[in-house]
């Protein structure tokens, strides 16, 4: 099994910016596309954003123009740059690698004043 491992999270104020990665090593990164996921306490996983193997990206629409999610397969590790926070932004961010399925542990994001 290949799993995915997140960092990056941390606390930030409203406006400010974080970059997460989501490294998967044990495969040929290349042939996976790889999604973020984000859940805060009482809400079901929300899908992010996700970038197809091919280099095609898509988000959900409350992160258009704020987030952008960029891959390096020799490094074989996506990112998440985060720009113009809010406070809805906070959740523990989950990488998840298709087909095959592996979430990782998740890393948090607090955005507060």
């Known amino acids: 099994q290949v799993q995915p491992v997140e960092s990056g999270g941390g606390l930030v104020q409203p406006g400010g910016s974080l970059r997460l990665s989501c490294t998967a090593s044990g495969s040929i990164f290349s042939i996976y596309d790889v999604g973020w996921y984000r859940q805060s306490p009482g809400k079901q996983r929300e899908w992010v954003a996700i970038?197809?193997?091919?280099?095609?990206?898509q988000y959900v629409d409350s992160v258009k123009g704020r987030f952008a999610i960029s891959r390096d397969n020799a490094e074989n590790t996506v990112y998440l740059q985060m720009n113009s926070l809010k406070p809805e932004d906070t959740a523990v961010y989950y990488c998840?690698?298709?087909?095959?399925?592996?979430w990782g542990q998740g890393t948090q994001v607090t955005v507060s004043s």
């Open positions: 970038i197809f193997k091919n280099g095609r990206t």
């Open positions: 998840k690698l298709f087909p095959i399925g592996s």
